[in-house]
């Protein structure tokens, strides 16, 4: 089965700073990697995906590239805020009817 | 649009008792739900996937006499956990697929729901 792997695992930054988190799935099938950001108690929230068949993708302040070779891909949040500071997780899928395979998640600290 | 509710938002309760979580999608109809469990600082752990009108399937190592699941419509999918005990503890998170492009796979998530089994 898919296994992701997700770092860091927690990511302390100040604010204005751009923040960076990796992912690396194993199965070369996955072609739908998601990312959410989960505050304290709350469910996780969708920020930003992106399909195999894209290389890169940008929200305002938020990025995700993709590289299907090397079996990775990335969450860039540029100009980071307070209010970033949450649990990121990412996750990989096959598409279609198939289930996600999260990441253990990236505690992302932002510091005024 | 795609929000997914829960109810309760937290529950406490004694041990050997039943607890049910409802899990709705409020703006659109999902043939798909899905029920997580997550532990302090943990990742999300699938514990079962239930589509409308079917029997849910359950995932290696979750008893599925314990988490009974009814996918009852297209908007409401519900967890009971059976004889609880305190080490069914966790926060439970359900989430639902929205329907897109053919192929596509979006599950959105809802707010999650606390239990505590003293």
């Known amino acids: 089965g898919e296994n992701v792997e997700q770092h860091p695992s927690t990511l302390s930054v100040q604010e204005g700073d751009s923040a960076v988190i990796k992912c690396t799935y194993s199965?070369?099938?996955?072609?739908?990697f998601p990312w959410y950001k989960q505050e304290l108690g709350k469910g996780p929230q969708l920020i930003i995906d992106?399909?195999?068949?894209?290389g890169e993708k940008k929200d305002q302040r938020i990025a995700v590239t993709l590289n299907k070779t090397a079996k990775h891909f990335s969450l860039h949040i540029t100009e980071t805020q307070p209010e970033d500071s949450a649990v990121y997780f990412c996750?990989?899928?096959?598409?279609?009817?198939?289930?996600?395979?999260f990441g253990k998640g990236t505690m992302l600290l932002v510091s005024p | 649009g795609a929000v997914v509710s829960q109810h309760p938002s937290w529950v406490i309760c004694k041990s050997g008792t039943s607890v049910k979580i409802e899990c709705r999608s409020l703006?659109?109809?999902?043939?798909?739900m899905f029920w997580y469990r997550q532990f302090p600082k943990q990742s999300l752990m699938l514990m079962a996937t239930?589509?409308?009108?079917?029997?849910?399937?359950?995932e290696q190592g979750v008893e599925k006499d314990k988490f009974l699941i009814n996918h009852a419509s297209l908007t409401l999918s519900t967890l009971t956990v059976t004889s609880a005990h305190p080490e069914d503890s966790s926060f439970y998170i359900c989430?639902?697929?929205?329907?897109?492009?053919?192929?596509?796979?979006?599950?959105?998530f809802g707010p999650g729901t606390r239990l505590t089994v003293l």
């Open positions: 992106i399909r195999s068949n894209v």
């Open positions: 989430s639902a697929r929205a329907p897109g492009l053919a192929g596509q796979n979006e599950q959105f």
């Open positions: 703006d659109f109809q999902a043939t798909t």
């Open positions: 996750a990989a899928s096959r598409g279609g009817l198939s289930t996600l395979t």
């Open positions: 199965d070369s099938a996955s072609n739908y």
């Open positions: 239930s589509n409308e009108g079917s029997k849910a399937t359950y």
